[in-house]
């Protein structure tokens, strides 16, 4: 069982950066596979990125290479770092957790209620 609760998220210009941070409570933070999605209006729930216990990422290919995932397990929370934003990146972006499996899924334990992030053109 694991609590989760986004912050970070705002309006910012296409170009600039901003980075989302999710803290974790009430369960063993480091036994879980961590992941970022995002959900635009009128569309379905989207991966972005992961990260396993060991450290391993994963990225969806639209945000490869702008996009950046970490963890700090002593502190039970998973940052996601976007750079290079557009104004199609523009979602409601939620944090979750997974105890093992696949993790590059939508199918994920645990989720946290979401932070807007607004870019602008």
């Known amino acids: 069982q694991v609590q989760l609760v986004e912050s970070g998220g705002g309006l910012v210009q296409a170009g600039g950066s901003l980075t989302l941070s999710c803290a974790a409570s009430?369960?063993?933070?480091?036994?879980?596979?961590m992941g970022w999605f995002r959900q635009a209006p009128g569309k379905e729930r989207e991966f972005v990125a992961a990260?396993?216990?060991?450290?391993?990422?994963y990225y969806a290919n639209s945000v490869k290479g702008r996009f950046t995932i970490s963890r700090d397990n002593t502190k039970n929370t998973v940052y996601l770092q976007m750079n290079s934003l557009k104004p199609e990146d523009t979602a409601v972006y939620y944090c979750a957790a997974k105890l093992g499996g696949l993790i590059i899924t939508t199918r994920y334990d645990y989720w946290g209620q979401g932070t807007q992030v607004t870019v602008s053109s």
């Open positions: 990260i396993r216990s060991s450290g391993t990422t």
């Open positions: 009430g369960s063993t933070f480091s036994a879980y596979a």
